[in-house]
């Protein structure tokens, strides 16, 4: 399958700082990506939708003047975590659908980003 | 988009096949099924997924029943590789695409 990647895999950071995530699909373009977060022993819930060259769409409940996303290009979607707090340590994961192709496309996911505030 | 139900988890014995069983009987006629798995610490992989008729890849089946009701992933023969969490999700798909996890099958694939 395509890969996405994720930069970094892990990162401490502390509290009050900012953290920016990377995700890229390395190997197709991809026009939309989602954002996620997973808490201990929970499943991926679903931050944001970003497409690229617009604003992102925030899921309910969801800050988005904290969790800051661009889609500059087609391979590249950002994810800044302002301000973070310990609350905000969690695994973060990125997901690239497939531009164009014939009916439902897949969506590949990047191996996740564990951030800790402290 | 429509809701799933999966069992909380499953075992199997290695070598075996493991059927993984998914109620989607909400899901309306331009949703597909997909499944994904989790291996502990990793995002997400895709396995497979569907609208109407059967799929099968190199990693596994999928059968959908012909109300499209429920479906079932078969991996044909479980190794411990394969111990995951399971995701069945049913998404509708161009501007409204959106993959909406849920809780999962624990598939324990034991020796």
């Known amino acids: 399958g395509a890969v996405v990647s994720q930069h970094p895999s892990w990162v401490i950071c502390k509290s009050g700082t900012s953290v920016k995530i990377e995700c890229r699909s390395l190997?197709?373009?991809?026009?939309?990506m989602f954002w996620y977060r997973q808490f201990p022993k929970q499943s991926l819930m679903l931050m944001a939708t970003?497409?690229?060259?617009?604003?992102?769409?925030?899921e309910q409940g969801v800050e988005k003047d904290k969790f800051l996303i661009n889609h500059a290009s087609l391979t590249l979607s950002t994810l800044t975590v302002t301000s973070a707090h310990p609350e905000d340590s969690s695994f973060y994961i990125c997901?690239?659908?497939?531009?164009?192709?014939?009916?439902?496309?897949?969506?590949?996911f990047g191996q996740g980003t564990r951030l800790t505030v402290v | 988009d429509a809701k799933t139900t999966q069992p909380p988890s499953m075992d199997c014995a290695e070598g075996r096949a493991a059927n993984l069983p998914c109620n989607h009987s909400?899901?309306?006629?331009?949703?597909?099924v997909y499944w994904y798995r989790q291996i502990h610490s990793q995002g997400p992989q895709y396995i497979i997924h569907g609208l109407k008729n059967n799929e099968t890849n190199e990693m596994a089946s999928l059968i959908i029943t012909e109300d499209r009701k429920s479906s079932t992933l078969i991996l044909p023969h479980a190794t411990l590789r394969d111990t995951a969490v399971y995701y069945c999700i049913v998404n509708s798909g161009g501007s409204n695409y959106k993959l909406t996890f849920g809780k999962g099958t624990l598939l324990t694939v034991n020796p």
């Open positions: 970003s497409n690229e060259g617009s604003k992102a769409t925030y």
């Open positions: 997901s690239a659908k497939l531009t164009g192709g014939v009916g439902n496309t897949e969506a590949f």
């Open positions: 909400t899901i309306s006629g331009n949703e597909y």
């Open positions: 190997d197709f373009q991809a026009t939309t």
